[in-house]
């Protein structure tokens, strides 16, 4: 069977090879003779899976020892009140917005702490650049400068890490995380829900500095409180199993990924790079689409676009859902197109877009 190329930005595309692994293992996982979703989550075989899934992670990502892994629900939506609540201590927090969702996570950190915009990039066009780190205003005193990494609505994707000038770094990383490298060190909390890139909808990922926890407000709920979920071991309530489950399926993956020479996380991102520059390179070359991003912080996971001529954007979507590439409609703040390609997206699924976008320009336009 053929499946569609889904370009979604979220929940997205899962890599076939996992789809297929959970449904062998739905019914009787590794002989226990349940499918992990009947399983208790503090039972041996859950307790392997959601330990082999952290090491997996830690290893990817070269996540250090004095850094905690959290496994929690809610979304990022959910992190935008957990964050302010854990780590703001009611006093100031500072906050870089470069698209919709930084947006969405100061207005929600200022019913819980005194928040001050660092850098803000919204001009007459929307989003689409970063302001300059150096001009940055950020407050000494802060207990946090929030950025996020890449802005799964605008297409903008930070390529660099922000000095925050000594103030613990926290960053929105839902729609990158496991994309590429990062250096993990250099954050103070990175956050992110797993079904751009990692999983299904329901899990969010937290990786925090140990040091910073133990703060949280008096009003944070205790199923958000880190220092709990860190000393429970993500097991303070029952964590979203099945969802952990897949998402390590899928850090397996990434493992045995190959790009050339690379293995793992590195040739994901060499692939993810060259993924990138295929299709930007198409839009550049065309006539009919433009993209409105500035070239250095163009991301590599979605790539919003627009047809010059508006007229044909009906056409456009239904030629490509009849070519079998799906969820190509950008987002109804941006409008025009928007071509999510996370890892589980083949090489093979941005040629069949390049193709399809070359051909509809060529016939259409
Ligand atoms: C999708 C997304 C969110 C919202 O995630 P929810 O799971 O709906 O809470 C927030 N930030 C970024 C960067 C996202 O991509």
């Given at each position: 069977m053929q499946r569609p190329y889904n370009f979604s930005a979220g929940p997205a595309a899962i890599p076939e090879e996992v789809l297929q692994q959970a449904a062998a293992e739905m019914l009787d996982w590794h002989g226990s003779g349940m499918s992990v979703m009947e399983m208790?989550?503090?039972?041996p075989q859950f307790e392997s899976i959601i330990a082999q899934a952290e090491a997996d992670l830690r290893e990817l990502l070269g996540i250090p020892d004095d850094y905690a892994v959290l496994f929690m629900q809610g979304g990022a939506i959910a992190e935008n009140a957990i964050v302010p609540l854990n780590l703001s201590r009611g006093a100031k927090a500072d906050y870089v917005v470069t698209g919709s969702w930084s947006q969405k996570s100061q207005l929600e950190a200022r019913k819980y702490c005194d928040v001050h915009l660092s850098a803000s990039a919204h001009d007459e066009q929307g989003y689409g650049s970063i302001p300059d780190n150096a001009a940055w205003s950020i407050r000494?005193?802060?207990?946090y400068l929030h950025v996020c990494t890449n802005e799964t609505i605008d297409g903008v994707e930070f390529h660099f890490v922000p000095d925050s000038h000594g103030v613990p770094l926290v960053a929105d990383?839902?729609?990158?995380?496991?994309?590429r490298h990062v250096?993990?060190?250099?954050?103070a909390c990175i956050y992110g829900g797993a079904?751009?890139?990692?999983?299904?909808?329901g899990l969010t990922l937290v990786i925090v500095?140990?040091?910073?926890?133990?703060?949280?407000?008096?009003?944070?709920?205790s199923a958000f409180d880190y220092a709990l979920v860190a000393a429970n071991h993500s097991m303070f309530n029952t964590p979203p199993t099945y969802a952990i489950y897949i998402a390590g399926l899928v850090l397996q993956w990434i493992k045995r990924q190959r790009f050339g020479d690379l293995v793992g996380l590195a040739a994901v991102e060499a692939r993810n790079i060259a993924k990138a520059q295929l299709l930007y390179d198409a839009l550049d070359a065309s006539q009919l689409y433009e993209t409105r991003v500035a070239r250095e912080c163009r991301s590599r996971m979605n790539v919003p676009f627009h047809l010059?001529?508006?007229?044909?954007n009906a056409a456009f979507l239904q030629g490509a859902d009849a070519a079998?590439?799906?969820?190509?409609k950008g987002h109804k703040s941006v409008g025009g197109m928007r071509a999510s390609i996370y890892n589980a997206m083949p090489m093979e699924g941005v040629q069949a877009l390049v193709n399809y976008l070359q051909d509809f320009e060529k016939h259409r336009a």
């Open positions: 208790s989550h503090r039972g000494p005193d802060a207990q990383m839902s729609s990158h995380l496991l994309s250096d993990v060190a250099r954050y079904q751009k890139n990692i999983g299904p909808a500095r140990r040091d910073l926890l133990g703060h949280a407000l008096p009003q944070c709920p010059r001529d508006t007229t044909l079998g590439l799906l969820q190509l």
